[in-house]
């Protein structure tokens, strides 16, 4: 099994910054990717960034020069830094990873909301 725990949500301006964390605890030798997801009101959830267990990553276009998705395998934290954030971009943020082997499946984070005001 896998846990996770998002951190760092806020209340920012237009054109501000955030940085979400996403800390992972359990089985996290068996995760093979790890994304962000978000949803807005009234909104299906959508596909923000992906990071590999390899370190490739790839981003939606509508946040892609914008967000930036990282790690760091030491603390067993993934990272999303928003940066020049938009009113749309208000949603909260999910953080998910997908397992192989003995913990297949994917997991969820509960969740942690961003605010853009105009």
């Known amino acids: 099994q896998v846990q996770l725990v998002e951190s760092g949500g806020g209340l920012v301006q237009t054109g501000g910054s955030l940085r979400l964390s996403c800390a992972a605890s359990?089985?996290?030798?068996?995760?093979?990717?790890m994304n962000w997801y978000r949803q807005a009101p009234g909104k299906q959830r959508e596909w923000v960034a992906v990071i590999t267990s390899g370190g490739s990553t790839n981003y939606a276009d509508s946040v892609k020069g914008r967000f930036t998705i990282s790690r760091d395998n030491a603390k067993n934290t993934m990272y999303l830094q928003m940066n020049s954030l938009k009113p749309e971009d208000t949603a909260v943020y999910y953080c998910?990873?997908?397992?192989?082997?003995?913990?297949?499946?994917?997991?969820w984070g509960q969740g942690t909301q961003v605010t853009v005001s105009s």
């Open positions: 359990g089985t996290i030798f068996s995760i093979r990717a």
């Open positions: 998910n990873a997908v397992a192989a082997g003995i913990s297949l499946g994917d997991y």
